[in-house]
């Protein structure tokens, strides 16, 4: 019950604050000062909801923030705040499978968005789910995006365009969360789009390309 307090104190606070005016409208009728006292409880108890809404912060809010803070820095270009929310293990999945012998460090996110200058970055349509006893959450979310690329001594504007995205995440210390897979599932092809390829790893092949892999998957430079 405290769960579903955190998420939507409103309709519970709002029934106690109605109930706290109606002893109040029955105080001025019968002049009973009990009908005081009980409209002090129920403000109160109104007070107490909201309180407990604003001070306890549930997972799939930390969960929330994460994505939103990943999007703000995304945005400013900043690659140490884009990385300051990964594991180093992070990996891209495409289709269900990880990329072969793909790299996702600074190096690979600096080289994604050094060039490129977005007007703004929005987070829309976010649901989170989280796993209690694994202490695994997961997040899916539409991203909206204008900006430009600089590309080849030019600078191609690319519009605004959306895309789906979904993360995997996982408690790496108590109350703080990190993305640990990243999956796209819904990606435009534009002027901010790219071939990618896996990097040559373990038995892959010339271009990074593993065995059984096809060819390049659109990935937006972020």
């Not at 009980?38 to 799939?60: K, M, N, P, S, Y």
């Not at 976010?126 to 979310?141: I, W």
């Not at 790893?201 to 659109?218: A, D, H, K, L, T």
Request: no cysteine; glycine share 12%.
């Amino acid at each position: 019950m405290l769960t579903w307090l955190s998420e939507d104190p409103w309709p519970l606070a709002s029934i106690l604050a109605v109930v706290g005016l109606v002893f109040l409208i029955v105080l001025r009728m019968t002049q009973d000062g009990q009908h005081l006292i009980r409209a002090i409880i129920a403000f109160g108890l109104a007070a107490l909801v909201i309180g407990i809404e604003h001070f306890w912060v549930t997972d799939d809010e930390r969960i929330e923030a994460v994505v939103y803070s990943l999007a703000n820095a995304v945005e400013r270009s900043d690659v140490p705040g884009v990385m300051s929310h990964f594991t180093p293990n992070v990996q891209l999945k495409l289709g269900g499978e990880t990329v072969d012998g793909l790299v996702f460090d600074d190096v690979f996110v600096r080289s994604h968005l050094e060039n490129a200058h977005f007007d703004f970055v929005r987070v829309r349509k976010l649901a989170t789910k989280v796993s209690p006893q694994a202490r695994r959450g997961s997040a899916e979310f539409e991203v909206f995006v204008s900006g430009n690329q600089a590309s080849g001594g030019s600078v191609v504007n690319a519009g605004a365009f959306p895309s789906t995205w979904s993360l995997g995440l996982q408690e790496t210390s108590p109350q703080v969360w990190k993305v640990n897979e990243i999956r796209p599932i819904q990606l435009p092809y534009g002027s901010l789009f790219r071939g990618l390829r896996g990097r040559s790893g373990p038995g892959g092949g010339e271009g990074g390309r593993g065995p059984g892999r096809g060819g390049p998957v659109g990935m937006p430079r972020f």
